[in-house]
């Protein structure tokens, strides 16, 4: 397998190589954990650490921070960031642009809609399905000729 290289620059000046997926497209980062049958969408980031399971579908420009872990078979929209630390289970499904914080355990099955939140150190169980954090803080939609508007 031909690994791609790409080397990022933040704001702090350090450069962090990433090896770009073949499948999908998107980076990961060294001592990052992805499934090969995982799709990661491009420039979509996968930081050190982060651990990710079989048949995963991740979108486009979302953000998987350090040490998160991601169980098997679960997809997540695109512009979606995972908090450090935090743990996903098996066959979850989060919607695009949403915000999930450091240290938050989603439980297996768990649907979290588009827009959703929810804060640093949160459970989601299956039986909730969306925190009322999550519920209260999505981004209000407009109606506009008949479709609706961002």
């Keep these: 397998m031909n690994a791609k ?8 000046g ?6 770009r997926r073949a499948n999908g497209g998107g980076l990961v980062a ?10 990661i969408g491009s420039m979509t980031y996968v930081e050190n650490g982060a651990r990710i ?3 995963c579908r991740i979108g486009h420009g979302s953000w ?27 066959r979850v499904h989060i919607g695009s642009h949403s915000r999930i914080g450091s240290s938050v355990l989603i439980e297996h099955g768990v649907h979290l809609e588009a827009d959703a939140m929810v804060a640093d150190g949160e459970q989601v169980l299956v039986d909730a399905r969306t925190p ?15 479709r609706i508007a961002a």
């Design 53 to 55: 399971g079989h048949g």
């Design 5 to 12: 290289f790409e080397s990022v620059e933040d704001d702090a």
């Design 64 to 90: 998987i921070d350090r040490d998160a872990t991601i169980g098997d078979r679960t997809v997540i929209g695109d512009g979606v960031r995972i908090g450090r630390g935090t743990v996903i289970g098996n």
């Design 132 to 146: 009322a954090a999550a519920r209260a803080r999505h981004r209000q939609h407009r109606r506009s000729k008949g």
């Design 30 to 39: 060294p001592g990052a954990t992805v499934a090969d049958s995982t799709r």
């Design 14 to 19: 350090k450069v962090t190589r990433y090896v």
